[in-house]
């Protein structure tokens, strides 16, 4: 039986829920959305993640300090190259190309 590989999505997924852990570890996270979606513009980079903005709804706080405190302290994986904040909270993250050609 072969072992199936995660894709990336799924992968970077459970990467945001670990680093919102991390840095939210009061909050419980289980209800909030972690799931990436594929960026609809290039300039925004290959995925992006929302859940800043449900975060900071439960806070009542600014989506877009949120999702600045988990890049900051972020600890990329290796199939990323770089993930930075946009708009009003989202997390925009940047594949490697290696990466990419890999799925």
């Not at 997924?13 to 570890?25: D, R």
């Not at 289980?30 to 800043?52: H, L, R, T, W, Y």
């Not at 708009?87 to 940047?94: A, D, K, L, Q, S």
Request: net charge negative.
């Amino acid at each position: 039986m072969k072992k199936e590989i995660p894709s990336l999505e799924v992968q970077l997924s459970a990467w945001c829920a670990q680093q919102f852990s991390t840095c939210f570890p009061a909050l419980d996270l289980q209800a909030i959305p972690m799931a990436v979606i594929p960026s609809k513009n290039e300039q925004f980079g290959d995925c992006q993640c929302e859940a800043a903005m449900k975060i900071a709804q439960e806070l009542k706080t600014n989506p877009r300090a949120i999702a600045s405190s988990v890049v900051q302290q972020a600890v990329l994986p290796d199939y990323v190259e770089k993930i930075d904040v946009a708009g009003p909270g989202f997390i925009n993250v940047t594949f490697k190309t290696s990466a990419l050609a890999s799925q």
